[in-house]
């Protein structure tokens, strides 16, 4: 039998993950409207965008306009991805009480971008986490691509384990795993996962998969089993990663929440109200979604209509 959580937290990262990837540029009054519905659907944890530089990602310009527009909300923690000690400004500026730094597990991956082992990058953060506990914001960090990379292939233990410390040097507890080659696979993720959680029991720990082969749904469901509760996912499943060739969307919320539905497993989230966003959200960008429930819909509501 499945030892499946009572309750588990979702972030969505559509907003960021997802818009950061699209054509279509949205409005900040746009954006708002999605952001407010998210938070009437009854989600407890937004990221909003990133303080990334507007040249390079156009389409995230606005996140500080957002934070200031929308403002402390009670009961829901709203974050941003922020690239360096810029970045903790640029929140403390708007009022962003959540920031999240990133490195990549690939030591191929940063050497030929930063010049820099992925423990050398987080050592360098030190000054950011310094000015947001300064600022009374809290700062998270991920590690993206600790499952496989297109460069490595899988990444010893040790050398993810390596970069945790790092991370947990510098004061950060808080940290992601993120499948942003879409390489996992739920044996692997389990292992891992059960690894990470017995030998660093003080972290807290996110889980962040990509759908780009198929396995996303089951390596949350493996995740799960290894007893995490925490994950990001993107309405409509939108997202991808740019560095990433072939790289698809991250895991659709919706298909979450449904699988959660069915199984018992308490978000605090009103999937009927999402799949609405979801299909606002559809019709603002113009294209299809990678979302089984929006194709097919909710097995509950098949069988109601089949039932008159």
């Known amino acids: 039998m499945l030892k499946l959580p009572s309750s588990i937290t979702l972030c969505e990262v559509g907003l960021r993950d997802g818009l950061q990837n699209e054509d279509t540029l949205l409005t900040t009054e746009q954006k708002l409207e999605l952001l407010r519905g998210l938070i009437d659907a009854g989600f407890s944890v937004i990221e909003v965008g990133s303080f990334m530089h507007p ?28 690239p360096n000690l810029r970045g903790v400004k640029r929140a403390v500026e708007c009022g962003c009480r959540k920031v999240k730094l990133n490195v990549s597990a690939s030591r191929m991956h940063n ?12 050592a360098g953060f030190a000054d950011c986490v310094k000015m947001a506990h300064d600022n009374n914001i809290v700062i ?21 384990d390596s970069i945790i410390e790092a991370y947990m040097n510098v004061g950060i507890t ?7 080659s879409g390489m996992a696979v739920p044996s692997q993720v ?17 889980l962040h998969f990509h759908n780009t082969r198929g396995l996303g749904i089951a390596n949350i469901m493996a995740a799960m089993e290894a007893g995490m509760t ?17 790289a698809a ?9 449904h699988l959660c539905e069915e199984s018992g497993i308490e978000t605090g989230v009103d999937i009927v109200k999402l799949i609405a966003l979801s299909r606002s959200l559809r019709t603002l960008l113009n294209h299809g979604m990678e979302s089984y429930i929006l194709r097919a819909g909710r097995s509950r509501d098949l069988i109601a209509s089949q039932a008159k």
């Open 55 to 82: 040249k390079r990602v156009p389409q995230m310009a606005d996140t500080d306009q957002l934070f200031k527009e929308l403002g402390d909300v009670p009961g829901v923690e709203l974050r941003a991805l922020i």
């Open 111 to 122: 050497l030929k971008n930063l010049n820099m082992t992925p423990e050398q990058s987080v």
């Open 140 to 160: 998270s960090g991920s590690i993206s691509m600790p499952f496989g990379s297109p460069w490595e292939g899988r990444i010893p233990q040790e050398q993810v």
């Open 174 to 180: 808080e940290i992601s795993l993120s499948d942003a």
């Open 190 to 206: 389990n292992e891992i996962c059960s690894h990470v959680r017995e030998k660093y029991p003080e972290n807290t720990w996110w």
């Open 230 to 246: 925490r994950f990001d996912s993107s309405f409509g499943g939108l997202g991808g990663c740019p560095f990433v060739p072939g």
């Open 249 to 257: 969307g991250n895991v659709c919320t919706e298909d979450v929440l």
